[in-house]
């Protein structure tokens, strides 16, 4: 049975141009640079360069045509596409940022990877086209570490129901072997243990490297937990022949693999800051990073269309109609652009000005013991912006600075009382936590329980969890794996 009733709600949506600013604040300045070359290319309405001067534009009102139709077109302002508030302002930057302060970043450009080196290599040796196939197989299961982690019966079986090579796991040990001896050493092994002692086979035979391949060999287990004192009386050796066959072991690499990925990273990975904070004479000046951020205008060619369109009010086809209403669509939807960008840079400045009010002492020494504590709480209260905001806008951001570039997160931190009751930062405990820790005698490190005991007299009160907690933060493993010969 139907039924009809009244129901009352409360709902909040978000508009079309909302949802853009939002998107475009999550954005670094990367990706918004990349973010505006899409929307040039999807919206012939809007051009880069800078904003040309327009001269008085007539304001029309109802379009409707002489036949009465009610099919009409909105109600068209010319003003509200050549207005002086189009001019691309979003270029935000310090008057002592001249342009030949700024900085040009050097593309990269990839050389040859990890996998490529170690084809490269495959090809110098004599090998049939059934076992270069093979071999290139096997290099395509070695990951970027350098490490072959699936067994060769199963590479044994994919060769059969792939590629149709019925081979035996003898015959993939052998250009596996052959495998290993490519460069870097330690190429194509299955664990740690077997990486390190491919490596200190190629190393020359003095006592240390010996002792060393012994004690991975045959005491691997001992070593990887550092029970040096097992090592000792398992191979017989006084504690200098200890410190140099570890010595020799620790100037090996792990991941042979990261030779080629580190450097590939390294250039991929490059930080472009999206704010710049000077101190000169102990004034901060904030500016944004758009120094490769195109300007942005309503494409003057468009808005002439629909004033022509306007202003002929004798031809009004469905056609003439319908290219109305596109050049409107695109019109508003490049003036909605370039308002969201506008309006995000304006939103990053205010967050990033109230950071460098209560970050003020740290923006002028670098010390990171003047970092105050910090939540997203205590920047949405003086902006006026809810926290959400504030988490995007900061998110993923970076900041340039006298003493280095930091991630916007860095100065958030949590709050916490000494034993005057102070508000400290935990980053300060932190840091006093590493200092410690970095201080300790490390034939004997401090454990846990003893670094919370120092903690409290220096008038840090924290549980020992806590400083668990604070210590994995900082990457520092627990005592036993600290311990040094």
Known sequence: MLKQQLQQKLQQKLSPQQIQVIRLLELTAVELE????QELVDNPALEEGPDEPAGEIETYGNTSDEEGSDESAEELSMADYMSEDDIPDYKLEADNFSQKDRREEIPFSGSSSFHDHLLQQLGERHLDEQEYKIAEYII??????????????AISDDLIFQVGIDISTEKLEELLQIIQDFEPAGTGSSNLRECLLLQLERKPATPATLLAYRIIEESFDEFSKK??????????????QLKEAIREITLLNPK?????????SDGMSQIVPDFIVDAQDGVLTLSLNNSQLPELRISRSYTQMLEEYMGNKQNRTR???DALLFIKQKLDAAQWFV??????????LQTMQVIIDLQKEFFLSGDESNLRPMILRDVAERTGFDISTISRASNSKYVQTSFGIYPLKYFFSESMQNDSGEEVSSREIKKILQECIEHEDKRKPLADDKLCEMLKEKGYIIARRT?????EQLGLPVARLRKEI
């Open 140 to 153: 395509g299961n070695i990951d970027d570490n350098g490490y072959l982690q699936r067994p060769l019966s």
């Open 227 to 240: 029970h040096y004192d097992k090592i000792l009386r398992q191979h017989n050796i006084g504690e200098e």
């Open 467 to 471: 400083v668990a907690k604070y210590r």
């Open 339 to 348: 308002e969201a960008v506008r309006q995000r840079q304006q939103t990053l």
């Open 34 to 37: 990349e973010r505006i070359k």
């Open 256 to 264: 042979p693999g990261n030779v080629w990925s580190d450097s590939f």
């Open 319 to 321: 056609d003439r109609k």
